[in-house]
């Protein structure tokens, strides 16, 4: 009977022991502006993957508060409608601006009964405007340390023109228009997560079936199909650090990302953390060189300007499914890398959160260190 007792107080050392470490760990303050204009409803997905790592890594507020998925600016959802949450006008005060998500709020969205993905509708709201962006900007060309972070969706359509231009220049990135996304099943009547649109606008008899990428072009509409089996070996798509990022995050992600990302290139080589990596055949290359599609592609750059450090992931990084309530534990993200491995979460668990620890941490440092 004594050794059970001793196995109940050792069993309940190692379980509270995570979360003593946690609280035990310090707080650190930042003050996040999060902008998401892609807020339907109230789960707020395309920031709650943000909220939650923000509060599991122990940052608060200037209130000493911790985030609340409330805690943005863009689009609120209220009452089956959606209106504007104005973005600052003075960002001044913020040390972290986050650009979650810019596409937009469109009717299809607040139809709760409607079975597929992205079907044609107005928009309601969406877009970054270009003063919103001169906004963003004049934070980052002040004399203050800042960080910036933007991910996919966030200069694509419906982004003015105006917009998209002047932040590629800015960000020192390029793009033609490419998004794409890899489908375990390219069969549209088997797989309602296919965009009603990119059937719309292909110009031939949509016949696709099994696995493949689907890529789609911003400006002219296009639509380009790559099979696997037929112009790519393996399914999927990953992360492969550059020395660089490697030197920041440590080894590459073996976890496929598994949705939409833009095909973006950097105006330096020495900015890129990050290139996405497919199996193309030969077939698969033909057929990419013939649409002026890049070959390899970056998926995190990182420059800086100025006091500035700033990222652009090339996808929706931070946008998860099911996340728990409780983070209050020490290595609850390396936890939960291993028990979320193959399912649709694990790119947050392994890439995700590893690489936001890495930048806030550095950055913090940096910031405190001015002080």
């Given at each position: 009977m004594?050794r059970?007792?001793i196995?109940?107080i050792?069993?309940l050392?190692?379980?509270?022991?995570p979360?003593?470490l946690?609280?035990?760990?310090p707080?650190k303050q930042?003050?996040?502006?999060i902008?998401?204009k892609?807020v339907p409803?109230d789960?707020?997905?395309?920031?709650?993957?943000?909220?939650w790592a923000?509060?599991?890594?122990?940052?608060?507020?200037?209130?000493?508060e911790?985030?609340?998925?409330?805690?943005y600016?863009?689009?609120k959802?209220k009452?089956h409608?959606?209106?504007?949450i104005s973005?600052?006008?003075?960002y001044s005060?913020?040390?972290?601006?986050?650009?979650a998500?810019?596409?937009?709020?469109?009717?299809?969205d607040?139809k709760?009964s409607s079975?597929?993905?992205?079907?044609?509708?107005e928009?309601i709201i969406?877009?970054?405007?270009?003063r919103?962006?001169n906004?963003?900007?004049?934070?980052?060309l002040?004399?203050?340390?800042?960080?910036f972070?933007a991910?996919?969706?966030s200069?694509?359509s419906?982004t003015?023109?105006?917009t998209?231009?002047?932040?590629l220049e800015f960000l020192?990135l390029?793009?033609?228009g490419?998004v794409?996304?890899?489908?375990?099943e390219?069969d549209y009547e088997k797989?309602?997560e296919?965009p009603?649109?990119?059937?719309?606008?292909f110009?031939?008899?949509?016949?696709y079936?099994?696995?493949?990428f689907i890529l789609?072009?911003?400006?002219?509409?296009?639509?380009v199909?790559?099979?696997?089996?037929?112009h790519?070996?393996?399914?999927?798509?990953?992360?492969e650090y550059?020395?660089?990022g490697?030197?920041?995050?440590?080894?590459?992600p073996?976890?496929?990302?598994?949705?939409w990302?833009?095909?973006?290139?950097?105006?330096?080589e020495?900015?890129?953390?990050a290139?996405?990596k497919?199996?193309?055949?030969?077939?698969?290359?033909k057929?990419?060189?013939?649409?002026s599609?890049p070959?390899?592609f970056?998926a995190v750059?990182?420059n800086?300007?100025?006091?500035?450090?700033?990222?652009?992931?090339?996808?929706?990084?931070?946008?998860?499914?099911?996340?728990?309530?409780?983070?209050?534990?020490?290595g609850?993200?390396?936890f939960?890398?291993?028990g979320?491995?193959?399912?649709d979460?694990?790119f947050y668990?392994?890439?995700y959160?590893?690489?936001m620890?890495s930048?806030l941490?550095?950055?913090?440092?940096?910031?405190?260190?001015?002080?």
């Amino acid at each position: 009977m004594k050794r059970i007792y001793i196995a109940i107080i050792v069993l309940l050392v190692i379980i509270s022991l995570p979360i003593l470490l946690w609280f035990l760990a310090p707080q650190k303050q930042l003050n996040v502006a999060i902008i998401d204009k892609t807020v339907p409803n109230d789960l707020y997905r395309e920031h709650q993957g943000l909220v939650w790592a923000l509060n599991h890594l122990k940052y608060e507020k200037l209130n000493n508060e911790e985030y609340e998925l409330t805690d943005y600016f863009g689009t609120k959802p209220k009452d089956h409608k959606v209106e504007s949450i104005s973005l600052p006008q003075d960002y001044s005060d913020f040390d972290v601006i986050y650009l979650a998500d810019s596409y937009g709020v469109y009717e299809e969205d607040l139809k709760a009964s409607s079975k597929r993905f992205g079907a044609r509708s107005e928009k309601i709201i969406g877009g970054l405007e270009l003063r919103e962006w001169n906004q963003i900007a004049r934070r980052l060309l002040s004399e203050e340390k800042s960080l910036f972070i933007a991910e996919f969706n966030s200069f694509a359509s419906p982004t003015p023109p105006e917009t998209k231009n002047a932040m590629l220049e800015f960000l020192g990135l390029n793009w033609e228009g490419w998004v794409g996304r890899y489908f375990t099943e390219l069969d549209y009547e088997k797989n309602n997560e296919i965009p009603s649109w990119i059937v719309e606008r292909f110009q031939e008899n949509w016949n696709y079936e099994g696995g493949g990428f689907i890529l789609v072009n911003d400006f002219s509409s296009e639509v380009v199909v790559l099979e696997l089996n037929h112009h790519i070996s393996e399914a999927g798509i990953r992360l492969e650090y550059t020395q660089e990022g490697q030197s920041l995050f440590g080894k590459s992600p073996r976890t496929n990302y598994e949705y939409w990302f833009d095909i973006i290139t950097s105006d330096s080589e020495d900015t890129v953390l990050a290139n996405y990596k497919w199996s193309l055949t030969e077939k698969g290359e033909k057929l990419l060189t013939e649409k002026s599609i890049p070959l390899s592609f970056s998926a995190v750059v990182k420059n800086e300007r100025g006091n500035a450090d700033m990222y652009y992931f090339a996808g929706d990084y931070n946008d998860v499914g099911q996340l728990p309530k409780f983070y209050q534990a020490k290595g609850l993200g390396a936890f939960y890398k291993v028990g979320q491995k193959f399912s649709d979460d694990a790119f947050y668990w392994s890439t995700y959160l590893p690489m936001m620890n890495s930048i806030l941490k550095n950055y913090h440092a940096k910031l405190h260190s001015a002080k």
